[in-house]
């Protein structure tokens, strides 16, 4: 179900965006690096960087680095040059390294962030000195274990265009044991 997603969620992109080959992707917890390893298939001319956790991150880079070991796999710890193909930023040091992309994209990981860390995000994505594409499909809202409930229409959206604002379609239902 969630390659499935991923497909559609490609789909839509090249439909919005246009050829997405010799674009630069930044995915913010792509999780275990399916997406980006996906993007990097059909689309062999891209740049990925994924930005995790840490310990996720090591998931992102192992997978990856199973499905493409010709191509470059960077792991980023301080200001330096991003890979061709794949780098790897630890989400504890992204505000170290400068990196620039055309699309970032999240897809279910800033409902499991607190509004700090995701206007932090919102930031870099900002400061981009090109324009940029931001797909983002996360939940409406999520009450995060400290108590906190995260709203998706209270992330920083200012100065941002949008064009497309609703609930995306294959990310309503999901098989569920109950």
Same mark, same amino acid.
């Given at each position: ?29 792509? $999780?275990? $690096? %399916?997406? $980006? ?12 960087? @994924?930005?995790?956790?840490? %310990?996720?991150?090591?998931?992102? *880079? ?14 980023? %710890? ?15 040091? *992204? ?13 279910? /990981? =800033?409902?499991? =962030?607190? =509004? ?6 919102? /930031?870099?994505?900002?400061?981009? /000195?090109?324009?940029? *594409?931001?797909?983002?499909?996360? %939940?409406? /809202? ?12 209270? @992330?920083?959206?200012?100065?941002? !265009? ?10 309503? !239902? ?5």
């Amino acid at each position: 179900l969630d390659v499935t997603r991923m497909a559609l969620t490609i789909e839509f992109l090249e439909r919005y965006i246009g050829n997405l080959d010799s674009k630069s992707f930044c995915l913010i917890g792509d $999780g275990y $690096g %399916r997406f $980006g390893s996906i993007l990097k298939s059909i689309f062999p001319n891209c740049k990925i960087i @994924y930005i995790n956790l840490g %310990r996720t991150l090591l998931f992102d *880079y192992v997978y990856t680095s199973k499905v493409f070991p010709n191509r470059n796999h960077l792991v980023i %710890r301080t200001q330096n040059e991003l890979s061709k193909d794949f780098s790897y930023i630890e989400a504890e040091r *992204y505000r170290e390294i400068k990196i620039e992309a055309e699309i970032f994209i999240n897809i279910a /990981s =800033m409902q499991e =962030m607190n =509004m700090s860390t995701i206007k932090d995000y919102f /930031s870099l994505i900002k400061s981009q /000195s090109h324009p940029i *594409y931001f797909y983002c499909a996360n %939940r409406i /809202s999520k009450k995060l274990p400290d108590g906190s409930v995260i709203n998706f229409n209270e @992330y920083p959206w200012e100065g941002m !265009k949008v064009i497309v604002d609703e609930l995306c379609p294959w990310h309503q !239902k999901f098989p569920s044991i109950k």
